[in-house]
Each structure stands twice: as structure tokens, then as C-alpha cells.
């Protein structure tokens, strides 16, 4: 279905009575992205939402933690409408348990029920991007129960040192381990759920507690953590999500450079591997410009243009060895995160500095529970 198609189609599903149809301003980043072909990212975003408003990857499933990424970039674009009901699908389909199962395909059949923690968490991030954004606090009001059931399985999930196990199988059981990137951005997660909960009359004291132990962990025992270290997001989103800032930031950023960054080309997915992907790219990017790095931010976000189509979609990823896109695919998530990136760089909506405020005000020691992690014995 063509993309203008889509957008009427659902048009008449959002007029809901807390979406304000106010579109702000469109970031530009000069040089590199007009505000025109901002938006036509953004729309090709909405073009591939099902009437449900879940928003898939390019085979068509979906999970929550992308799903989330994409809202927050429609609203970007001052695509509210598609934004809130992507926002709906978070509430219409959200287990009893406050998680999402992994892998729901097209039309809504789940196909792997096992419910990952910062897949839940990650609805916190974008609930608060959405009023951020908007201002619209009915809207807070009306996602704050889905925000709080989902915390409450994520915390579920955290072991006494801090670190919070990476899933809850199908079968009810936690997994084996905690991974370094998912709960790097579940301390960001928590950060902005302690801030709705303010805002909602709720205040949640023992979340703010756990997303300082969370975020000492993460910034200061790596053997809390299955070693995926080959991987570049390991290795920035401790700095993306808030857990590391100031100068141990620049010095974890500058350790890795050389073995992620392939100049004029972006990030690494993984270290031994010659393949660039544009949403690590744009999310180094934003780790970069949360820690003032802008110029070094703006260069990368340029970079990765070269995995842009005609109509404003990107392409995954670039294998630069064979120079052939890889996967051959054009990924939401990736179209989101140039959105997401751009905005940053522009400083163009309210949820423009979100990435950047994550660690604003972390003090990395001591933990609330010194002895939970052994700096205190």
C-alpha cells in the first residue's frame, strides 16, 4: 500500500480525544537533511504501520523495544496521529505481567511468548519522549498504568547486585544473564519512569534506587555481564544511556574508536566484521552528542547517509568489503534513529536533548547498596 494510501487509512483512527493534531517543528541538520526529507523519512515509517498501529520490521514481526523507537520518531516528525496509535498498541497488547511477548508477527500472532526486560522497560523512554514533545500530560495519565505494570516486570527481573536478567522464558522461568546494552538502556528507562511517576501523583522511591544500583553496575562491574563485547553497542551504550558520562565516557568511546568507526562509512556492528549499520551509527552518534562531542557526532551522522533510498527509507546496513547492502532490507528502526539523531543535532522538539539528560545528574558512587555488589564488604 502506497505510503499517502496508509496515512488516510488510519487517519480516521486518530482522532482520540488526548492526541492534540499540533505538528511542531521538523529538525533539519544543516548540509546533511532537510526538514522536508526529515519528513519524508518519517512517512515512510508510517507507511508501513498495520491498521493495529504496531509498527514491524522488515519481515513483518514486531517487538516492543523497536516498535517504541519508531513512535518516538513519528512524533518527531509531528506524525501524532500514528504516534498515539502505535502508543495504543502498547496498551492493547501488554500481558498481565506488564511485558510484550518478543516476537508478534503481522496480524498479531505471537511466535516466541518469551518476554525481554528491556523491551518492557523501554516503553518508560518513550511515554516520556511523547510528553516531552507534546506536553500533553492526559496523555501521560492515560499510558502511566502500562508504564507501571511493565516496570514492575522488568524490576522483577533484577538481581541483588543490580543487573537485571535479560528475559522471562515462556515458561515463567528468568534467563541465565544480564546483558551490558539492555540494561544500560533500562537504567534510562527507569530514569524517565521515576519522572512520570512524579508526574502521574505516583512516586516510585524503589525505582530510583534500583536505577542507581542498576547504573553502578553498569558503569563499574563488567563481570556482571555475559561478554558480548564484540559487539559496538556494548561498548557506547553505557554512555547513550546515562550509566557512564563525564570523563570516563570520553575515555570508554575513545578506547573503542578505532576498532568500531570506519571513517566515512559509520559504526561496526560487530568488531571483526566488515559492516556498517545506521542505527549503532546514529546511536554513537547520540552518545556523542550527549557528552558535547558535536562535532564528532554531526561527521558520523553524515556518514551513514550514504544507506538513505529515494523516498527517504534506509537500508540496514552496508557489507563495505563486497559493497552490498546488508541485510537487503530497509529497517524501521533505522529510519527512526536518523530521525531520533537528527533531532538531537537540531534541538528542534522538546524530546530533542532526551538522550542527552539521561545522566545528567548521576553520580556514579557509591550505589545505594554498596555491599549488594561487593565495592562494600
Given at each position: 500500500m502506497p505510503v499517502h494510501d496508509n496515512l488516510a487509512r488510519v487517519g480516521s483512527r486518530f482522532a482520540l480525544p488526548y492526541a492534540r493534531p499540533v505538528a511542531g517543528p521538523v529538525p533539519s541538520v544543516a548540509g546533511v537533511l532537510s526538514e522536508q526529507e526529515i519528513l519524508a523519512?518519517?512517512?515512510?515509517i508510517a507507511g508501513g504501520q498495520e491498521a493495529s498501529g504496531a509498527i514491524g520490521w522488515p519481515d513483518g514481526?514486531?517487538?516492543a523495544w523497536n516498535h517504541v523507537e519508531c513512535a518516538m520518531a513519528l512524533s518527531v516528525c509531528g506524525l501524532q496521529g500514528p504516534a498515539r496509535l502505535a502508543y495504543e498498541w502498547l496498551r492493547s497488547t501488554q500481558r498481565g505481567d506488564g511485558s510484550w511477548p518478543r516476537r508478534t508477527e503481522a496480524g498479531g500472532l505471537v511466535t516466541d511468548a518469551a518476554g525481554e526486560s528491556n523491551h518492557a522497560a523501554y516503553v518508560a523512554v518513550g511515554v516520556w519522549h511523547e510528553f516531552l514533545?507534546?506536553?500533553?500530560?492526559?496523555?501521560?495519565r492515560r499510558m502511566w498504568p502500562t508504564v507501571r505494570s511493565a516496570i514492575g516486570f522488568v524490576l522483577g527481573l533484577q538481581a541483588p547486585r543490580g543487573e537485571i536478567i535479560w528475559e522471562r522464558t515462556a515458561d515463567g522461568d528468568p534467563g541465565s544473564c544480564a546483558l551490558l546494552t539492555g540494561c544500560a538502556s533500562i537504567y534510562q528507562s527507569l530514569r524517565c519512569a521515576v519522572t512520570l511517576g512524579e508526574l502521574a501523583g505516583e512516586p516510585q522511591p524503589d525505582w530510583e534506587l534500583a536505577a542507581g544500583q542498576l547504573g553502578h553496575v553498569?558503569?563499574?562491574?563488567p563481570e556482571a555481564f555475559a561478554d558480548k563485547a564484540s559487539f559496538s553497542m556494548d561498548w557506547y551504550y553505557?554512555?547513550?544511556a546515562g550509566p557512564v558520562r563525564g570523563p570516563d565516557a570520553a575515555a570508554r568511546l575513545a578506547a573503542g574508536w578505532p576498532e568500531f568507526v570506519v571513517p566515512g562509512l559509520g559504526v561496526r556492528c560487530v568488531r571483526d566484521?566488515?559492516?556498517v549499520t545506521g542505527a549503532e551509527t546514529c546511536e554513537l552518534a547520540l552518545a556523542l552528542d550527549a557528552i558535547g562531542d558535536r562535532a564528532r557526532a554531526v561527521e558520523l551522522f553524515a556518514d551513514v547517509q550514504h544507506l538513505r533510498d529515494t523516498d527517504g527509507a534506509y537500508w540496514t546496513g552496508?557489507?563495505?568489503?563486497n559493497q552490498m547492502r546488508f541485510p537487503p532490507e530497509r529497517s524501521n528502526w533505522t529510519a527512526a534513529a536518523i530521525i531520533l539523531a537528527a533531532d538531537a543535532l537540531a534541538g528542534a522538539t522538546g524530546g530533542a536533548h532526551l538522550f542527552r539528560r539521561a545522566g545528567a545528574d548521576r553520580a556514579v558512587a557509591p550505589p545505594p547498596d554498596a555491599?549488594?555488589?561487593g565495592c562494600v564488604t
Amino acid at each position: 500500500m502506497p505510503v499517502h494510501d496508509n496515512l488516510a487509512r488510519v487517519g480516521s483512527r486518530f482522532a482520540l480525544p488526548y492526541a492534540r493534531p499540533v505538528a511542531g517543528p521538523v529538525p533539519s541538520v544543516a548540509g546533511v537533511l532537510s526538514e522536508q526529507e526529515i519528513l519524508a523519512t518519517g512517512a515512510t515509517i508510517a507507511g508501513g504501520q498495520e491498521a493495529s498501529g504496531a509498527i514491524g520490521w522488515p519481515d513483518g514481526h514486531i517487538d516492543a523495544w523497536n516498535h517504541v523507537e519508531c513512535a518516538m520518531a513519528l512524533s518527531v516528525c509531528g506524525l501524532q496521529g500514528p504516534a498515539r496509535l502505535a502508543y495504543e498498541w502498547l496498551r492493547s497488547t501488554q500481558r498481565g505481567d506488564g511485558s510484550w511477548p518478543r516476537r508478534t508477527e503481522a496480524g498479531g500472532l505471537v511466535t516466541d511468548a518469551a518476554g525481554e526486560s528491556n523491551h518492557a522497560a523501554y516503553v518508560a523512554v518513550g511515554v516520556w519522549h511523547e510528553f516531552l514533545v507534546t506536553r500533553d500530560a492526559g496523555f501521560v495519565r492515560r499510558m502511566w498504568p502500562t508504564v507501571r505494570s511493565a516496570i514492575g516486570f522488568v524490576l522483577g527481573l533484577q538481581a541483588p547486585r543490580g543487573e537485571i536478567i535479560w528475559e522471562r522464558t515462556a515458561d515463567g522461568d528468568p534467563g541465565s544473564c544480564a546483558l551490558l546494552t539492555g540494561c544500560a538502556s533500562i537504567y534510562q528507562s527507569l530514569r524517565c519512569a521515576v519522572t512520570l511517576g512524579e508526574l502521574a501523583g505516583e512516586p516510585q522511591p524503589d525505582w530510583e534506587l534500583a536505577a542507581g544500583q542498576l547504573g553502578h553496575v553498569v558503569a563499574e562491574h563488567p563481570e556482571a555481564f555475559a561478554d558480548k563485547a564484540s559487539f559496538s553497542m556494548d561498548w557506547y551504550y553505557p554512555v547513550l544511556a546515562g550509566p557512564v558520562r563525564g570523563p570516563d565516557a570520553a575515555a570508554r568511546l575513545a578506547a573503542g574508536w578505532p576498532e568500531f568507526v570506519v571513517p566515512g562509512l559509520g559504526v561496526r556492528c560487530v568488531r571483526d566484521q566488515p559492516w556498517v549499520t545506521g542505527a549503532e551509527t546514529c546511536e554513537l552518534a547520540l552518545a556523542l552528542d550527549a557528552i558535547g562531542d558535536r562535532a564528532r557526532a554531526v561527521e558520523l551522522f553524515a556518514d551513514v547517509q550514504h544507506l538513505r533510498d529515494t523516498d527517504g527509507a534506509y537500508w540496514t546496513g552496508l557489507q563495505f568489503a563486497n559493497q552490498m547492502r546488508f541485510p537487503p532490507e530497509r529497517s524501521n528502526w533505522t529510519a527512526a534513529a536518523i530521525i531520533l539523531a537528527a533531532d538531537a543535532l537540531a534541538g528542534a522538539t522538546g524530546g530533542a536533548h532526551l538522550f542527552r539528560r539521561a545522566g545528567a545528574d548521576r553520580a556514579v558512587a557509591p550505589p545505594p547498596d554498596a555491599s549488594a555488589c561487593g565495592c562494600v564488604t
